[in-house]
């Protein structure tokens, strides 16, 4: 009922709703005044909408990719003192649950809803044309921001944000699912699976930042810098008003990039392996509480090799791995403490209720069997050696690497268990500490709560602890009910029950049921794992009593056959419920969107013209000439004084190209991988005036084959050159397209980023030419299964 102004000769009094279900708050509706002087007139109360008195302040921190055995706030070797501080002085939670993966935690974590009911069954790359599963949330889910902001809360998000379409992120938008058009003011991050941290290509709200060139610059940082900024800001200026920050950094997914010193910390601090560390860890839960006592460790994954057989250059290797990633994750907590602080220093952090959630899935065994120096080599189908990472030994987690570990340390990551992220029926992969920390809320100090909870459960726990009810009504639409249950009975009740009984997992069809202590599930494919190991009908199941059994070591499935048989007819009843089904496990089919129904901006499109200013172009948008002969024509305005700087380029260090001018002269490099550059230059400057200038491309044919590179100016031949090998899948899941300039890292180490063109561009124009149809064929079949490396890593 919206307020309305009373009538009188006195100031209009205005009835304040006190429903706050129906979001917006309609504004009161004062009737036209007859006063002819506004001498004579009272003006109406202003009408505002402020949080509940003493509503507390919310910073949710969300910790990317790490195990519930990593953190050694939870038993695990990484150093973490600030999560550690705020257990000590609150909670910890040793049964709080993710969806194993990505953009499904975080879409559920920021709306209270299951991920299929944000239509992120997966990741927005991996999208279809059924509900559930479109990767576009619904406005019938409300984000938890807008809720929040609607109420009188100033909202706030920095770091990682996976939950916009991937065919959205481009000026075309729609920007309906930006950060902020999803209920945040303020946005500064990246947006996507993952990112360079020493070269992120990052948002200020809707607008592109332009690269530091710092060399000292890493986005950890970088990012905390930005909230501690807001929160003062935020602060100083209305230190009455709540805030709500959501605090996602790319740590600790792949790549992994820290500064040297973090990692020096951890110098032979892994020498004993994945084995013993496993062991080491479970001792260190149990002693610490956070798992009972006479808890066995899980069965190893079959692929994992005992470290006893390993050489000795594959331990030198591997522990190298780990301490990257253990200072990565170390360098992470301090930067988070340095927020904590800030928000201690405005005498604010008594009544900010903190939710530190240690990883939003299980640990990423998507480095494989040997990890990796540059991760695009693997999703270009480039076998990287032990001997060949090994070259980059000092050089792991600095800006010349993309690094990721092997899986074996995944494996140990999530311990007590046996799975890791992606293998959504497993604690491995859906398992995560988490502490939460709110002095003027929570009495109690360093003490454990063990209530079944899951991430959907963050959103109405926030709305109680704030006086908040859930909302009916977002912006005109009728929601869809918070399907999470409160865990504030929790913070004062280490005994009270566990009040969410039922949960159902699903990724890709690895699949669970959790009921009343019960967990049945079935391994449908493993993370290193590109095939399923057996059709959906013929699936294999698990079944556990996780009030015996902590770790799930004990499958009781041939022995409760019946048991086994409820718990599965209750996974097929959820899974109508909340629009899980069909069940989708197609591996490559979902890397070509027009199989699955999803947008493709690029659709049926053989050229694309682009301008001057135009960057960080993504893969998802920009046309893709990977495996085609194709022709780039520029048409530019030289200076007198000649020209200098990138035309158009695609990429980076990692991977990619470039055409650009360097001393008046037209340049073409490609970089396979960072590992081979091939160019082709002229040997003769562009002459001052307008000019046209083209790169033509003679392919081979076939997959990730060579060609032929021809270079023309005003339509005459000036260069011409081999370029033997071409990356056939993927350049980079974070540096686009640069028109103009080349952002990020530079594709050739022959000039230095942005190396911004000193002349005029008018317009770039690329053009693909037809493949011959067996060409054609390979590279839909090659280009999906490289995708499907790639999007299930983000």
Not at 34 to 39: D, E, P
Not at 241 to 265: D, L, M, Q, R, S
Not at 498 to 512: K, M, P, W
Request: charged letters at 20%; glycine letters at 10%; proline letters at 6%.
């Amino acid at each position: 009922m919206a307020p309305v102004a009373a009538q009188g000769s006195g100031p209009a009094q205005v009835v304040l709703p006190t429903d706050r279900t129906i979001l917006p708050i309609p504004e009161p509706q004062y009737p036209h005044s007859t006063v002819f002087n506004v001498r004579n007139a009272t003006p109406p109360p202003r009408f505002e909408v402020k949080a509940p008195v003493k509503a507390p302040n919310v910073l949710i921190v969300l910790i990317d990719d790490m195990g519930f055995g990593q953190s050694s706030a939870f038993g695990g070797p990484i150093h973490m003192p600030t999560v550690e501080h705020l257990a000590n002085e609150g909670l910890r939670y040793n049964e709080f649950h993710t969806t194993a993966l990505c953009s499904p935690t975080r879409t559920a974590l920021l709306s209270g809803r299951n991920h299929h009911m944000n239509n992120m069954g997966s990741i927005t790359e991996t999208a279809t044309a059924f509900p559930g599963q479109t990767g576009q949330r619904p406005n019938s889910v409300a984000p938890l921001a807008e809720m929040l902001r609607l109420n009188g809360y100033s909202t706030a998000a920095f770091g990682k944000s996976h939950e916009t379409a991937a065919w959205e992120v481009s000026p075309s938008g729609p920007t309906d699912r930006w950060p902020t058009r999803s209920g945040f003011d303020k946005f500064y991050g990246f947006i996507g699976g993952e990112t360079n941290q020493w070269a992120p290509l990052l948002y200020d709200g809707m607008i592109q930042v332009e690269p530091s060139h710092d060399p000292n610059y890493n986005f950890m940082t970088d990012m905390t810098d930005q909230a501690i900024k807001w929160v003062q800001e935020e602060k100083s200026l209305t230190p009455d008003k709540p805030f709500f920050v959501y605090f996602a950094p790319g740590a600790t997914h792949a790549p992994h990039h820290v500064p040297k010193e973090w990692i020096a910390k951890y110098k032979g601090k892994f020498d004993q392996g994945w084995d013993k560390l496993r062991e080491e860890t479970l001792a260190r839960q149990i002693k610490l509480g956070v798992v009972p006592a006479g808890t066995k460790l899980a069965p190893k994954p079959e692929a994992i090799k005992d470290w006893a057989t390993l050489s000795p250059d594959e331990k030198k290797l591997f522990a190298r791995q780990m301490e990257v990633f253990a200072g990565f994750g170390e360098y992470a907590d301090a930067e988070i403490g340095r927020l904590i602080q800030a928000i201690e220093a405005t005498g604010q952090l008594d009544n900010t209720l903190v939710f530190y959630i240690v990883g939003d899935n299980g640990a990423s065994a998507e480095g494989g069997m040997n990890g990796l120096f540059n991760e695009y080599t693997y999703f270009n189908g480039a076998h990287e050696t032990v001997q060949d990472i090994l070259k980059h030994y000092d050089e792991l987690g600095g800006p010349t690497t993309y690094p990721h570990y092997a899986a074996g340390w995944a494996v140990a990551g999530d311990t007590p268990f046996e799975w890791t992220k992606q293998v959504a029926s497993s604690y491995g992969g859906t398992r995560n500490g988490m502490v939460v920390h709110w002095p003027k809320g929570i009495a109690a100090k360093n003490e454990l709560r063990s209530q079944w909870h899951h991430v959907i459960d963050i959103a109405p726990t926030i709305l109680e602890a704030a006086g908040l009810p859930e909302p009916k009504s977002v912006n005109g639409t009728v929601q869809e009910p918070i399907e999470g249950v409160s865990m504030v009975n929790t913070f004062a009740d280490g005994k009270a029950p566990s009040r969410h009984t039922t949960q159902y997992f699903e990724i890709f069809g690895n699949r669970a049921i959790y009921s009343d202590g019960w967990l049945a599930g079935t391994v449908h494919r493993a993370a290193w794992e590109f095939k399923v190991r057996r059709p959906l009908e013929d699936d294999i199941w698990e079944l556990y009593d996780t009030r015996s059994d902590f770790s799930l070591a004990n499958d009781l499935a041939a022995k409760n056959p019946a048991k086994l048989k409820e718990m599965q007819d209750l996974f097929l009843k959820e899974a109508v419920k909340y629009s899980v089904l069909p069940l989708d496990d197609r591996l490559t089919e979902r890397f070509v969107a027009a199989l699955v129904g999803r947008p493709d901006l690029m659709a049926g499109r053989t050229s694309l013209t682009v301008y001057e200013g135009m960057i960080g172009m993504s893969e998802n948008v920009f046309i893709n000439l990977k495996n085609k002969s194709h022709t780039i024509t520029a048409e530019v305005e030289i200076p007198k004084k000649g020209a200098n700087g990138v035309i158009l380029a695609q990429a980076g260090r990692f991977g990619g190209w470039s055409l650009y001018i360097k001393n008046g002269k037209p340049t073409y490099t490609y970089n396979w991988l960072g590992l081979q550059r091939y160019t082709v230059a002229a040997t003769q400057a562009v002459p001052a005036g307008k000019a046209t200038i083209r790169f033509d491309f003679a392919y081979d044919g076939g997959m990730g084959k060579g060609g032929t590179g021809t270079l023309f100016v005003n339509g005459k031949k000036v260069a011409t050159g081999r370029i033997e090998k071409t990356q056939f899948a993927v350049f980079s899941a974070d540096e686009g397209a640069d028109v103009g300039a080349d952002e990020g890292t530079p594709v050739t180490e022959a000039y230095k980023v942005p190396f911004k063109f000193t002349g005029k561009i008018y317009k770039v124009t690329i053009e693909l030419k037809e493949m011959k149809a067996a060409d054609k064929g390979e590279a839909e079949q090659s280009h999906k299964e490289a995708a499907l490396k790639k999007a299930l890593s983000d």
